[in-house]
């Protein structure tokens, strides 16, 4: 039973557009949420978060959005660029000390 | 945040020996966690390791496959136990982030099993 999902294995976008990266969630005891970047040979390193008092955080080109009763967040990158190429993982918790990750969608931005 | 070094980074191994992962923390941390990243899967927490306890595991994981020391603060060790080719995986530790950033984690292990 897969509790977060990221139904979009990949994403391309051309340099200086927008990507949309989503997540779903089953589980509505879920009250901070996480994305994560991984490149290549490295261990995934933390994004931006979103608790679920908010529907809205935003640090530098990144934004999270979160839609609780849809059960729906969205990571938009802009403008994008290309060394924002890598898996990105959303991650799910109502503890903070377990996250629920999902599968990662890999975005190749084109230059 | 923390700085975490794992090792080894790759390995390549023949089913039915054992690997013992390495993980080294900059700073004294309560919890260390042990991921495993299948082909193509999220990344699914085998255990917490607390200093001075036993491991808990998470369903699915047993300390016989996957036996873990936490000997101090700062230093964790995974063993996979008689591997075979399903356990072919990127392995990662990981500790908690300061404030709003969840996990902090190590570059991960890469282990093919052959």
């Known amino acids: 039973d897969q509790q977060v999902k990221q139904n979009s294995p990949s994403l391309s976008v051309q340099e200086g557009r927008i990507s949309i990266l989503n997540c779903d969630y089953t589980?509505?005891?879920?009250?901070?949420f996480l994305w994560y970047k991984k490149y290549p040979a490295e261990g995934p390193t933390f994004l931006i978060s979103?608790?679920?008092?908010?529907d809205k955080n935003e640090d530098g080109r990144f934004t999270v959005f979160l839609n609780k009763s849809a059960k729906h967040l969205s990571l938009h990158i802009v403008p994008s660029q290309p060394g924002d190429s890598a898996v990105y993982f959303c991650?799910?918790?109502?503890?903070?000390?377990?996250?629920?990750f999902g599968t990662g969608t890999r975005l190749k931005v084109l230059a | 945040s923390a700085v975490i070094s794992q090792k080894p980074s790759r390995d390549i191994c023949q089913r039915g020996t054992s690997l013992t992962i390495q993980c080294q923390v900059d700073?004294?941390?309560?919890?260390m966690f042990w991921y495993r990243q299948q082909p193509g899967q999220s990344l699914t927490l085998i255990a917490t390791?607390?200093?001075?306890?036993?491991?808990?595991?998470e369903s699915g994981f047993v300390i016989d496959k996957f036996p873990i020391s936490r000997p101090n603060l700062t230093f964790s060790t995974l063993t996979v136990s008689n591997m075979s080719p399903e356990d072919s995986s990127i392995y990662l530790c990981?500790?908690?982030?300061?404030?709003?950033?969840?996990?902090?984690f190590g570059s991960g292990t890469r282990l093919t099993v052959v």
């Open positions: 990981s500790v908690e982030g300061q404030g709003s950033y969840g996990y902090t």
């Open positions: 589980n509505s005891m879920f009250d901070y």
């Open positions: 979103i608790s679920s008092i908010k």
């Open positions: 991650a799910a918790s109502y503890s903070r000390d377990k996250y629920i």
């Open positions: 700073s004294q941390v309560t919890m």
């Open positions: 390791a607390n200093q001075g306890s036993e491991a808990t595991y």
